[in-house]
């Protein structure tokens, strides 16, 4: 797609279904004021690569998945795409990783909102888009900007030409040789980020080449060893995830006591405190077990987001500003003025997520759950609330008990007709659930 305006949709431009196009699917565009700009799911990987502008989308500017690595630049001839006020700028879900290099953020020295491993290096310091003149890169590996879940990941650039090359070679279609370099790249550069990256990669070329069902025995094969490396850790928590979605959770609980035990008081172990609360919780209906997890995590992570969502799942969390990033009322008054919907969080979820909602008077009310069809999934509220700010909880189930599939979800609030609003209150968001 090439030099076109896309507005006002809940979703700008939609990417699914092995989708891959390196050099620029998309170039020239404007994506604007939509729910989300840019999405990408089930192991699509767009090029986003020249010149579009992409800004004042409510939640995401770019989303992608797990399984999806949509491409904003890599070398000085891509990019060049302006990204700004988003709610988020770009999202890259756990383990996949994105490269967004050479783009501007909306400032010369900026420190955008990006979510996940995004690689945001070497940024322009002026709007290429603005048509007021040429914009000049930050180069040199100290602008070398990415959120990882190592700290202080963001410094290392051992090995990442490597990397790029193998990235530029997947992206390209070559997926059995890409993961023949990535794996190299882990025994190679096992103490650094390129490693790290790598290996995450390893992951992803599998999903690519339907090869899924190998990734439990890559990942211990590559690593192993390198016991005690943060590479080690990384490529156990991957395989986590792998075994609860294969329905093993004995092994999985165990990888995750292992993590627990081999890398105490890091990152690492941080989430594998909330898979264990998770897995007992949710998956074996082992409440007692799963709290104690969340108690641990709680403890040892009393500002994080996960811990947020651990007081949700134990009922213990109350809105209030100032938590984290989650989104607050910022309205200080004991009674809100206006009527008020707020965008959901965590937001895309799993297992749970939480809806926050105003009333400047005691109203009826229902505030019910919707699929992509229109047809009712779950009423959590249906009834008379007071006045005041109230938030409820939502753990993916209809109203029968049976957890839902994974995607697009919409909520809505609705007030009956009284004196602040005449004709009633009606607003809808949407959210996405992930499995």
Same mark, same amino acid.
């Given at each position: 797609m090439a030099s076109s305006t896309v507005k006002y949709n809940t979703v700008g431009v939609y990417f699914d279904n092995n989708s891959l196009i390196y050099g620029g699917s998309l170039q020239n565009n404007i994506i604007e004021e939509n729910g989300d700009g840019v999405k990408c799911y089930q192991y699509s990987d767009p090029g986003i690569t020249t010149n579009n502008v992409i800004r004042y989308n409510n939640i995401y500017g770019v989303y992608g998945d797990g399984t999806s690595i949509p491409h904003l630049g890599t070398y000085s001839s891509e990019g060049h795409n302006s990204l700004y006020f988003n709610g988020i700028e770009v999202? +890259? +879900?756990?383990?996949?990783?994105?490269?967004?290099?050479?783009?501007?953020?909306?400032?010369?020295?900026?420190?955008?909102? #990006?979510?996940?491993? /995004?690689d945001w290096s070497n940024y322009l310091d002026y709007d290429p888009n603005s048509g007021m003149g040429k914009a000049l890169a930050k180069e040199g590996s100290s602008e070398n900007r990415s959120n990882e879940i190592a700290n202080g990941a963001a410094a290392d650039t051992v090995g990442m030409v490597e990397v790029d090359r193998a990235y530029k070679i997947f992206l390209e279609g070559n997926g059995e040789q890409a993961l023949a370099l990535f794996e190299s790249l882990v025994g190679k550069y096992p103490d650094h980020l390129a490693g790290r990256r790598a290996l995450a990669f390893v992951c992803r070329c599998l999903y690519k080449l339907n090869r899924r069902n190998e990734a439990v025995a890559r990942m211990s094969q590559l690593v192993q060893n390198h016991a005690g490396k943060e590479v080690f850790g990384l490529a156990q928590s991957i395989v986590t995830g792998e075994l609860v979605k294969n329905g093993q959770y004995a092994e999985a609980i165990a990888t995750s006591q292992a993590i627990l035990s081999d890398f105490p008081k890091t990152t690492l172990a941080k989430y594998a405190l909330y898979d264990l609360g998770s897995i007992y919780w949710y998956r074996l209906e082992d409440q007692k077990t799963g709290e104690a997890y969340y108690r641990q995590l709680i403890a040892e992570w009393p500002d994080d987001d996960l811990t947020i969502s651990a007081l949700a799942t134990l009922g213990e969390w109350k809105p209030a500003s100032g938590k984290g990033n989650v989104p607050a009322f910022?309205?200080?008054?004991s009674v809100p003025t206006q009527y008020a919907l707020s965008q959901n969080f965590p937001n895309p979820f799993n297992p749970q997520t939480m809806i926050q909602y105003q009333l400047p008077e005691a109203s009826h009310i229902?505030?019910?759950?919707?699929?992509?069809?229109?047809?009712? /999934?779950?009423?959590?509220?249906?009834?008379?609330?007071?006045?005041?700010?109230?938030?409820?909880?939502?753990?993916?189930?209809?109203?029968?008990?049976?957890?839902?599939? +994974?995607? #697009?979800?919409?909520?809505?609030?609705?007030?009956?007709?009284?004196?602040?609003?005449?004709?009633?209150?009606h607003f809808t968001r949407k959210m996405v659930l992930t499995q």
């Open positions: 999202w +890259s +879900s756990y383990p996949g990783t994105i490269y967004a290099r050479y783009n501007w953020w909306g400032d010369p020295n900026p420190t955008p909102n #990006v979510s996940g491993n /995004v910022t309205n200080t008054q229902t505030l019910k759950i919707y699929n992509l069809f229109g047809q009712e /999934v779950r009423a959590l509220v249906a009834g008379q609330r007071e006045a005041g700010y109230h938030a409820e909880i939502w753990d993916g189930r209809d109203d029968f008990g049976r957890r839902v599939a +994974s995607g #697009v979800y919409f909520y809505r609030l609705s007030a009956e007709p009284n004196v602040t609003q005449p004709n009633g209150f």
